[in-house]
């Protein structure tokens, strides 16, 4: 006896649309996310606004803050472009880290900046949170 589908084409498109709707609002979200960290951080050398990083699963680690390299904030939103590329590619990656792996990176979080006295993370999260339940509100038919 032949086995069929019991999935009609018809819902596995619609499943597949809504999949790939999904998709994309998370890619919106976290690339906005990472556009504003950029642009909230603070400006000494430049150094620790073009650190912000994309990973899946889990933030890369470095030893220093020497083995980050600099990049201009626009690199660093291309390479979180990149990675967002990637993370999709897979279904084993579910989660979606933005960091900064420098050393300093953890005080101007806790207020030893003047240029961003409320953190920059907080912040972008705060945003992010808001902008996830505004997503949500108007896309009722995408959900977990």
Do not use: C
Request: no cysteine; hydrophobic share 35%; proline share 6%.
């Amino acid at each position: 006896m032949r086995s069929r589908s019991i999935v009609p084409g018809d819902v596995k498109n619609k499943f597949e649309r809504a999949k790939q709707a999904k998709i994309r609002l998370v890619k919106q979200v976290v690339l906005s996310t990472l556009n504003y960290v950029v642009l909230v951080s603070p400006v000494d050398t430049g150094r620790y606004r073009g650190a912000h990083s994309l990973a899946p699963n889990k933030p890369r680690k470095t030893k220093t803050a020497k083995a980050t390299k600099v990049n201009p904030p626009s690199a660093t939103l291309f390479d979180g472009e990149k990675v967002l590329g990637t993370v999709f590619d897979s279904v084993e990656k579910k989660k979606i880290y933005l960091y900064n792996p420098l050393i300093y990176a953890w005080p101007i979080e806790f207020g030893h900046s003047k240029q961003a006295p409320n953190g920059v993370y907080t912040r972008a999260h705060m945003r992010a949170k808001k902008q996830w339940k505004e997503l949500a509100r108007k896309n009722k038919g995408i959900r977990k």
